[in-house]
């Protein structure tokens, strides 16, 4: 099979410049949120879809015959018209980091393709899962674009890269006997070399609690610029994050660019604990990281806690001082475990 590295392509990092973001659209599964906040949860993405619209354009997948009602709501929200486009992909969930495709492109060329991973739902988690893990192939059809296999299960939401051919994941995830039992950590480090055209792996250990991922990285750490990672951590001592993510840090403190100096790490405060009284989910997985870069703007997930919400997006400011950072409402979002950054895919320009 050919590799995409080979080829010349390579995963660019977030903030390199997009064509679109794409989401998948919330199906009418009585599982999803308890099936009692439907109409406040299409509004919730609606309001996402818009808030991209405004600074580039917005893919969204749709189950067949929905395609008018999402406009219409979207619409409602004040989402850019000329920047919104439905397209009758049908699929499962709504997790498009992670079901989605990992776009490539050839900084030689300019050509772009599509890398298409296995998709499980989490390691069987959640069923059915089939239309969810054909996404890749239909968006590919859609844009004419040429795919390559990356040859194992992999969510988006599992890896984090920057513009130095480093990726940072967990082993929690990666190396979990639910995605790929067959491979060590060896093989599956070559085969995100030669697909997303990566040099080196930097593994943390696990995720935080209530994360359905068994530990995304994109809950834990991001890189913002190629020398710049911004790390949670918790700082009530009585939380079970404390020690998972005081661990993560102590790792993240000891990585290296490959220029061999150490990268600079910024510290973001988790939000106060979220809960639900008698949630599957006892406490949210609710992080400030699972933010999401756009052309010109960042938009960062909000949970309803003032003090907590505007230190994160004061971070975050200093850290993209060229885009504007806009807070996002996801408190009603992360009751099914994922917010902004798991919700949604660039697509490189």
Same mark, same amino acid.
């Given at each position: 099979m050919p590799h995409a590295a080979a080829d010349g392509f390579a995963m660019p990092p977030e903030w390199s410049p997009q064509t679109a973001v794409w989401m998948s659209w919330p199906v009418d599964d009585p599982r999803h949120w308890g099936g009692a906040k439907r109409e406040l949860i299409h509004d919730r993405f609606a309001a996402l879809a818009a808030a991209i619209s405004h600074f580039q354009t917005v893919r969204i997948n749709a189950n067949p015959g929905s395609a008018d009602a999402i406009r219409e709501r979207c #619409?409602?929200?004040?989402?850019?018209?000329?920047? #919104?486009? =439905?397209?009758?992909?049908? $699929?499962? !969930?709504?997790?498009?980091? !992670? $079901?989605? +495709? =990992?776009?490539?492109?050839?900084?030689?060329?300019?050509?772009? &393709? /599509?890398?298409?991973?296995?998709? *499980?739902?989490?390691?069987?988690? %959640?069923?059915?899962?089939?239309?969810?893990? &054909? /996404?890749? @192939?239909?968006?590919?059809?859609?844009?004419?674009? +040429?795919?390559?296999?990356?040859?194992?299960?992999?969510?988006?939401? &599992? /890896?984090?890269?920057?513009?130095?051919?480093?990726?940072?994941?967990?082993?929690?995830?990666?190396?979990?006997?639910?995605?790929? +039992?067959q491979l060590d950590r060896g093989t599956i480090e070559n085969k995100l070399r030669e697909t997303l055209g990566i040099r080196e792996v930097l593994w943390l250990e696990k995720g935080i609690e209530g994360d359905d991922t068994d530990g995304h990285i994109d809950d834990l750490a991001r890189f913002c610029a190629d020398e710049w990672i911004v790390?949670?951590?918790?700082? !009530? @001592?009585?939380? +079970?994050? $404390?020690?998972? #993510?005081?661990? *993560?840090?102590?790792?993240?403190?000891? %990585?290296?660019?490959?220029?061999?100096?150490? %990268?600079?790490?910024?510290?973001?405060p988790m939000p106060a604990a979220c809960e639900v009284p008698g949630w599957r989910l006892p406490l949210l997985p609710a992080s400030y990281v699972n933010f999401l870069i756009i052309n010109h703007a960042v938009l960062v997930p909000t949970f309803r806690q003032h003090q907590n919400d505007d230190r994160a997006c004061g971070i975050l400011r200093e850290l993209f001082p060229g885009r504007e950072v806009i807070g996002i409402d996801a408190l009603d979002l992360v009751e099914e475990g994922g917010t902004l950054h798991c919700l949604t895919q660039q697509e490189p320009a």
């Amino acid at each position: 099979m050919p590799h995409a590295a080979a080829d010349g392509f390579a995963m660019p990092p977030e903030w390199s410049p997009q064509t679109a973001v794409w989401m998948s659209w919330p199906v009418d599964d009585p599982r999803h949120w308890g099936g009692a906040k439907r109409e406040l949860i299409h509004d919730r993405f609606a309001a996402l879809a818009a808030a991209i619209s405004h600074f580039q354009t917005v893919r969204i997948n749709a189950n067949p015959g929905s395609a008018d009602a999402i406009r219409e709501r979207c #619409l409602k929200a004040k989402a850019a018209p000329e920047n #919104l486009e =439905i397209y009758e992909h049908p $699929h499962n !969930d709504v997790w498009c980091r !992670d $079901h989605g +495709p =990992i776009f490539l492109r050839n900084p030689q060329t300019g050509a772009k &393709a /599509i890398s298409d991973w296995g998709f *499980n739902a989490w390691g069987g988690k %959640f069923p059915p899962w089939d239309a969810d893990d &054909a /996404i890749p @192939r239909r968006i590919a059809e859609t844009l004419g674009l +040429p795919i390559y296999k990356g040859g194992m299960i992999l969510e988006g939401g &599992a /890896i984090e890269i920057n513009g130095l051919g480093q990726l940072l994941t967990t082993e929690a995830v990666l190396l979990n006997p639910n995605r790929n +039992p067959q491979l060590d950590r060896g093989t599956i480090e070559n085969k995100l070399r030669e697909t997303l055209g990566i040099r080196e792996v930097l593994w943390l250990e696990k995720g935080i609690e209530g994360d359905d991922t068994d530990g995304h990285i994109d809950d834990l750490a991001r890189f913002c610029a190629d020398e710049w990672i911004v790390a949670c951590t918790e700082e !009530d @001592r009585g939380s +079970p994050n $404390h020690p998972v #993510l005081a661990a *993560n840090l102590s790792r993240l403190r000891n %990585f290296h660019t490959p220029s061999g100096r150490p %990268f600079e790490i910024v510290e973001m405060p988790m939000p106060a604990a979220c809960e639900v009284p008698g949630w599957r989910l006892p406490l949210l997985p609710a992080s400030y990281v699972n933010f999401l870069i756009i052309n010109h703007a960042v938009l960062v997930p909000t949970f309803r806690q003032h003090q907590n919400d505007d230190r994160a997006c004061g971070i975050l400011r200093e850290l993209f001082p060229g885009r504007e950072v806009i807070g996002i409402d996801a408190l009603d979002l992360v009751e099914e475990g994922g917010t902004l950054h798991c919700l949604t895919q660039q697509e490189p320009a």
